[in-house]
Structure formats: C-alpha cells, structure tokens
C-alpha cells in the first residue's frame, strides 16, 4: 500500500497535474488518513459538510475561497459567481482554458501560507496531499479548510461536485453541473462499442523508470472513454504501477498512452523500441500535458484527445462535437 502511494505520488508530481497541493511547504509532511476517500454531500437537512479527513465543515455562503486543487480550480467556477473564487492554484493559471479565470491570485508552494492569509479567504479547498500542519496553521487564522480527499477520476469528480455544492449551499447548480459532466462522459461512452475498445496501455518514462496507470486512477476512466482496453488492468495492475522491463515485454501492447512528447523518448529507448506500439502497425497517442492525468472536468477532453487519434471515424467534425468544450488543441500522436 505505501508502496502504491509512494508511487503515485511521484508519477503526479512529475507530471504536474491533479495533485498539485502535494507541493504545499512543509518540510515534515503529515497526511491525514481520509473517511473513504472522497467528501461527499450530506443528507439535505444537514447543516455541516464532514470533509475526506473526518472534520466538520459549516454548510455557508463563502464568499472569499481559496482553491488550493486544481479539481475545486475549475468545478468552484461552475459552482458559483467568479468574484467568490478569490485564488487558484499556479498550475491552472497555465491551463489552456485559464482565461475563463482571469486575473485573480495564483498560490504557488511557496510561501503559500502567507499569500493565502494576505487574501482573507473563509474558506480554503485542497486534496489528499496537503500537509497537515499547513492545514492547522490555516485554521489556526480563523479560516475554515475543506479536504475534498482523493482525486481517482469520474467517480471522485462526481463526489467532490456534491459536496462542494453542499458545502456552499448551491445543491441546485451541482446537480446541473453533476448532470452535464454525465451528459458529457455518456456521449464519449457511446462512441465506441465495447467489442471495438482497442487494447493498450498508460506509460510514461523516466530514463530507465517506467509508470504506469491503470485501474483506480482517472487514467482509467480516460483510456476507456477513449476507446482503449486497458490490458494493465486486465493483468491485475492497479494504481500507478512501476514497471519492470519484463512486465513490460509481457504485455507488449500495440497501442500506448503518453505525456505529450513522450512518444520520441519510448521509440527511442533501447527496450521500449521493441514493443508492439513502436512497430509499423503499433500506435503511440499523446495526450496533451494539461489534459494528461487530469482526474477531474478535464477527463472529458482527455479521452475525447485520445478517441480522436485511435479512433478518428468516429469523433464528429470539427465545430460539431460536443464531447470537447474545453476548445483545447487536438492530441498528437507523436509519429
């Protein structure tokens, strides 16, 4: 098990993604373990929302939050009016839709503590991966914190949605927003029947370090919304899996999913070359690095950036696609 987080948390950090509060300051860093993994809303007549980490969180009207998840970054933006989102993470001021934010605050790791302070928010919203004691320091200063947990993908995404809207007593436009994010993924669902998923693999590598994502992580969610059969997971991989050379050779997939710019690096490398994906009938589809990992709104245009290289006929034309609002470039596929 620690292994697997270790793991995972290392292959989100290179990446630069979902998890960026594991990059909070704190030299001892203290995880909290989390009530199943995932906030989610509580009954209608509740009055406190118990966030992933077992605290009670007053059910308000927030009107100076600090998001501290690039997942909360852009659902608190469908959530409510902008002006209430006082700063987002410095991750999401890079994203391609960053516009839709415009030029409010960004926090970084650095000194976060004092320029989220300087901000006078009520109310700070961070994962799994923010330190402990930064959290009590927070509340320490009078500001209330929410942990939305564990960001595994569509069905955490869904949870957090719900408890955000609980939290902030906005239950209506969650439910709107819940239903539009399903409207979305069943859309891409019913692209690709189940008989023509084409099997392949999440890889990405690290000189001679190879991870993978499979079952449990969003990267599932996007591989098979994109019309992909995890082979991993049909090897019993879960989680961000490491590799080994001989893993790799025994699931010999035709098809891999990578980082953008990663393609070159797996041709290129002495064994990975050896592979079925890097042959004349193989396939290696890149995701673009905003989209890639992302567990949260962003699965759509992942998937919907991976469905259109491995299964372009079936991806509708350019202007009349709906499965991709997001307007972000189409995937490369590295050739």
């Known amino acids: 098990m620690k292994t697997d987080i270790l793991n995972g948390a290392l292959l989100i950090a290179t990446l630069s993604v979902s998890m960026w509060a594991a990059t909070l300051p704190g030299s001892a860093r203290t995880v909290v373990p989390m009530n199943g993994g995932a906030a989610d809303a509580p009954d209608i007549e509740a009055t406190e929302v118990v966030d992933a980490r077992g605290v009670a969180v007053p059910i308000a009207n927030y009107q100076r939050i600090v998001s501290l998840s690039t997942i909360s970054d852009h659902v608190l933006l469908e959530l409510v009016e902008p002006e209430r989102v006082v700063a987002i993470t410095e991750y999401t001021s890079r994203h391609p839709v960053a516009w839709r934010f415009g030029d409010r605050p960004t926090i970084s790791s650095s000194g976060a503590l004092e320029s989220v302070l300087s901000l006078r928010p009520d109310l700070v919203t961070v ?27 569509v069905g955490t995404t869904r949870a957090s949605i719900r408890a955000l809207g609980a ?39 690290y000189g001679d370090t190879f991870f993978g994502a ?20 049909e090897r019993g991989f879960e989680d961000w899996p490491q590799y080994t050379a001989e893993q790799l050779l025994a699931l010999d997939p035709p098809l891999i999913v990578t980082l953008e710019g990663m393609g070159s690096v797996i041709r290129s490398h002495a064994l990975l070359s050896t592979l079925k994906a890097c042959g004349s009938k193989g396939r290696i589809v890149e995701i673009d690095g905003a989209f890639n990992g992302d567990a949260g709104l962003g699965i759509v245009e992942a998937a919907h950036q991976v469905l259109s290289r491995v299964h372009p006929a079936r991806v509708s034309p350019p202007g009349k696609n709906t499965a991709a609002p997001t307007g972000a470039a189409p995937a490369k596929d590295g050739r």
């Open 127 to 153: 994962t799994l991966y923010a330190d402990e004691a930064y959290l009590a320091r927070l509340r320490e200063n009078g500001v209330q914190v929410f942990d939305l947990g564990d960001m595994r993908g």
């Open 167 to 205: 939290l902030l007593d906005v239950r209506d436009r969650a439910a709107a927003l819940e239903r539009s994010y399903d409207r979305e993924l069943a859309a891409l669902d019913a692209m690709v029947p189940d008989d023509e998923l084409v099997p392949g693999i999440y890889l990405s590598v």
């Open 214 to 233: 499979t079952a449990n992580t969003s990267y599932a969610d996007t591989l098979h919304l994109g019309g992909v059969r995890d082979m991993a997971a």
